[in-house]
């Protein structure tokens, strides 16, 4: 069983920074691909970020890259998503997510994904 957990979220303004982090309770931590994804009550579940097993291939929604950077640490069981210049719209309940796999490929569908942290709500006032 994976357990992940998210933590980080909170209030910022619009151009400010947050820095998200999931714990994962896994032996196996590299057999595991990463993404986070945000929710916005009424609408549907949306890709953020994601990074292969290894970390040297990471994949972006279009409406972040270049202003969010995932990254993991293999050692600690960690990943990270580093979130500059925050915009309001980004206001969302935030996900990390986890998939066993052999593929050392990033995946941004939501199917492609297994196990579900709880979620972060990250707040971004205008």
């Known amino acids: 069983q994976v357990q992940l957990a998210e933590s980080g979220g909170g209030l910022v303004q619009a151009g400010g920074s947050l820095r998200l982090a999931c714990a994962a309770s896994?032996?196996?931590?590299?057999?595991?691909?990463r993404g986070w994804f945000r929710q916005v009550p009424g609408k549907a579940r949306e890709f953020v970020a994601a990074?292969?097993?290894?970390?040297?291939?990471?994949y972006y929604a279009e409406s972040v890259k270049g202003r969010f950077t995932i990254s993991r640490d293999n050692a600690n069981k960690m990943v990270h998503l580093q979130m500059n210049s925050l915009k309001p719209e980004g206001t969302a309940v935030y996900y990390c997510?986890?998939?066993?796999?052999?593929?050392?490929?990033?995946?941004?569908?939501?199917?492609?994904?297994?196990?579900w942290g709880q979620g972060t709500q990250v707040t971004v006032s205008s």
């Open positions: 990074i292969s097993r290894s970390g040297g291939t990471t």
């Open positions: 997510a986890a998939d066993f796999t052999y593929s050392d490929q990033p995946a941004g569908q939501i199917p492609a994904y297994n196990y």
């Open positions: 896994v032996r196996t931590f590299t057999f595991y691909r």
